[in-house]
């Protein structure tokens, strides 16, 4: 197989994927940023600071629990969770998080901006910029700052500014637009920091490399458990911020397949989900090029699903590349069996998940029965589901889930 680690190419490219299209302004912006992030990524320095970081500050290792209830139940493959709902702050952000705040710090920057979905980047980012010392503004749709409210409530708490954007369908999309046209205005003294391995390179390769720990950990941990390496690895695609963390520690080891899980939302129309790889095209999107839901002329079109942080036209360029490759596998998973996914392992295992999470519990609980009892799966359950309760009660709430 082909050095995937090697991946990307200098500008960013992940075979055609990738790359940075931008405004003559914000060019010499995104090279200094990468040229910063070579050098420091290589300094044992910065290395050490993050990783005491990760050890002392986010709790890490997160464990990986064998989901012997579940499994059972299912009757088919061994189900395993990496755990990074374990982690400060209730999810994976917080990785890539420390790793952006401490890069903005180390370049001079004194204000961190973001956009968040769910509200969970914003909170990871507003939490290591309060550690840091750093300002932090977050740009968030006004859709989902009422969908995820305690969140705006904690960004404000942290003593970050979040800032409502009302333009479009008022969620992520907007949000990264809004946030980009505030950096626009100010490069120096600010640094955008992206949630996920989109947006223009280094992105896409800075993001990844700060996520890789999910999955070196969960390569080590899974070894001692039981031996082996998993046989499938499966994890949720919004951006594909936490598939890629998991997935880079097993792409050279071809007997681990990989399930990539995107949301269909209510439907395949457009409007009804996010299923960007199953359903979109090779386009291009807030500053780079991958597979895209978009119209006849190249615009994004309207997205849609259950969970916030899964809402986004677009995707990481290098999963458009691991698709084309046919190395991962992109499936998809409705709101529907989300929301049985998010009942079924609060009641099974005593984990309540964040709906972005259940969407890859969700196959998981599909894939098992198919498969025999020597078989694994490992999913990354990549964050907790407290954000999220108030509004499952509502929307869901009368019988309380389909779990009987
Ligand atoms: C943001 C988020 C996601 C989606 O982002 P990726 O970049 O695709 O990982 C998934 N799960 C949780 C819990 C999130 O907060």
Excluded at 33 to 56: G, M, V
Excluded at 85 to 102: P, R, S, V
Excluded at 151 to 156: A, E, L, S
């Amino acid at each position: 197989m082909m050095n995937l680690g090697q991946m990307p190419d200098k500008k960013g490219n992940f075979g055609e994927y990738g790359g940075a299209f931008l405004p003559p302004q914000l060019t010499e912006v995104m090279n200094n940023i990468a040229e910063k992030y070579e050098a420091i990524k290589r300094s044992t320095d910065f290395q050490e600071e993050l990783s005491d970081l990760y050890t002392h500050y986010a709790g890490r290792p997160s464990p990986v629990f064998y989901a012997r209830r579940l499994s059972r139940k299912l009757g088919g493959a061994q189900i395993y969770f990496k755990r990074e709902d374990l982690n400060h702050t209730g999810a994976h952000k917080i990785n890539h998080c420390l790793g952006e705040a401490l890069l903005a710090k180390r370049m001079g920057k004194t204000k961190v901006i973001a956009e968040t979905g769910a509200g969970q980047h914003g909170v990871a980012l507003a939490t290591a910029a309060a550690l840091l010392g750093l300002k932090c503004d977050i740009y968030m749709g006004e859709v989902d700052m009422e969908k995820e409210h305690p969140n705006v409530v904690r960004m404000r708490i942290l003593g970050a500014g979040v800032i409502p954007v009302s333009g479009g369908s008022k969620t992520l999309k907007d949000a990264v637009d809004a946030c980009f046209s505030a950096y626009l205005e100010d490069p120096d003294t600010q640094m955008y920091c992206i949630g996920s391995v989109v947006g223009p390179h280094p992105f896409p390769a800075m993001v990844r490399d700060f996520q890789a720990i999910v999955g070196e950990e969960a390569r080590r941990q899974f070894r001692e458990m039981t031996g082996e390496l998993p046989d499938n690895l499966i994890a949720c695609v919004g951006g594909g911020s936490n598939a890629i963390g998991l997935f880079s520690a097993f792409l050279e080891d071809e007997k681990v397949k990989m399930y990539g899980v995107e949301p269909s939302g209510t439907g395949f129309k457009p409007g009804e989900h996010a299923a960007t790889m199953t359903m979109g095209t090779p386009g291009m999107i807030h500053g780079f090029r991958s597979y895209l839901i978009q119209d006849g002329k190249g615009e994004p079109l309207p997205v849609y699903s259950v969970a916030s942080g899964l809402d986004y036209p677009g995707v990481g360029p290098q999963h458009s590349y691991l698709k084309d490759i046919r190395r991962v596998q992109y499936v998809t998973a409705g709101d529907r069996e989300a929301i049985n996914a998010f009942f079924e392992i609060s009641r099974v295992e005593g984990i309540i998940p964040a709906l972005e999470s259940a969407h890859a519990i969700a196959y998981a609980m599909k894939l098992a029965p198919e498969l025999s009892g020597e078989r694994s799966i490992l999913v990354n359950l990549s964050g907790r589901g407290d954000k999220d309760i108030d509004f499952v009660a509502r929307k869901y709430g009368g019988d309380y889930g389909v779990t009987e």
